[in-house]
């Protein structure tokens, strides 16, 4: 058996990379990995992702898709092991492959629902489960709920290049015990604001009056995925993300956060979006639950590994 690495899939390799994912679909009751990961390798790839091709002799056997643009928390990967050729060491071998081929060592594994397969290849390799994602949707077509801002609470979109301190120092402490959202720095936000999705009018603020003038206590920075690509390759039905919400915790208990979260959705809804999606770890009841009231189903569940040394 022999891996090799592509940043692009011809057409063939395409045709047999999405059958062995139809057929591990097929066999697990969910796909293997994301829609993301799916409209872009049928537009061509993307040329920062790599695409690892296990063969057996001329036979496509296993997939996986390696992401390393994400900087801050380091690359990511999803994979798929065809279901005729399991506990061959095919997925072993993919993990390996994909530990080479990350750029600082640093490796993610998601998995698409929760499988015992996929733990046991995960923790088989030092892995260890990080987080339980959710993913919730729902729909901006439909009536948005009435939240309206605190008394004295007004909102404004961020400002690049004066409001970053603020809203880290803010940011830090509505996040204090977060894995990934807690302990941002100034590069961190500046990392994102070069990000061609990054939007300052979609990333809302809201003040209230202050002794030394107005006090910055919450956000929601929203974000969407898709619509027209630079080159023209990626296009593909936008879709709304309430990227980060978060509401200082000397704030909490003002009704800020369903404000907040209806705010942005009105701003994804002004520009032309039918849908909107978030994720919200499972270890966060209360956060479901305000989601849950403000129309959100449950859309798919999202598995996060680590390896165990890092």
Not at 158 to 180: I, L, Q, Y
Request: no cysteine; hydrophobic share 40%; net charge negative.
């Amino acid at each position: 058996m022999h891996v090799v690495p592509l940043h692009q899939l011809d057409a063939d390799q395409l045709r047999a990379v999405l059958a062995l994912v139809d057929a591990a679909a097929d066999a697990d009751g969910t796909t293997p990995v994301s829609e993301h990961v799916l409209l872009h390798l049928r537009h061509g790839g993307d040329r920062d992702a790599r695409n690892l091709l296990a063969y057996l002799g001329p036979t496509l056997v296993g997939y996986a898709h390696l992401d390393s643009t994400d900087l801050v928390n380091g690359s990511a990967a999803e994979l798929a092991v065809h279901p005729g050729h399991r506990r061959h060491g095919v997925g072993a071998a993919l993990v390996g492959a994909l530990e080479e081929t990350s750029p600082d060592g640093r490796l993610r594994l998601w998995a698409h629902g929760r499988h015992a397969g996929a733990e046991a290849l995960a923790r088989g390799h030092g892995y260890v489960q990080e987080r339980v994602l959710w993913q919730l949707r729902r729909s901006l077509l439909a009536r948005l709920p009435d939240a309206p801002m605190p008394a004295g609470v007004t909102l404004r979109p961020f400002v690049v290049g004066a409001d970053e301190a603020a809203w880290v120092a803010v940011n830090n402490r509505a996040f204090a015990s977060h894995p990934d959202q807690g302990g941002w720095t100034l590069d961190d936000i500046k990392v994102r604001e070069r990000e061609p999705w990054f939007d300052p009018a979609g990333f809302l603020l809201a003040e209230r009056p202050g002794a030394a003038g107005p006090e910055l206590i919450g956000f929601h920075w929203t974000k969407v995925h898709g619509g027209k690509s630079s080159d023209g390759r990626h296009d593909h039905a936008p879709i709304g993300e309430v990227y980060v919400l978060g509401v200082d915790p000397a704030a909490q208990g003002l009704g800020l956060g369903p404000a907040l979260t209806v705010a942005g959705l009105r701003y994804l809804r002004s520009r032309g979006l039918a849908q909107v999606m978030l994720y919200v770890d499972e270890s966060n009841p209360p956060a479901l639950r305000l989601y849950e009231r403000l129309g959100f189903t449950r859309w798919d569940v999202d598995v996060q590994y680590r390896r165990g040394n890092h």
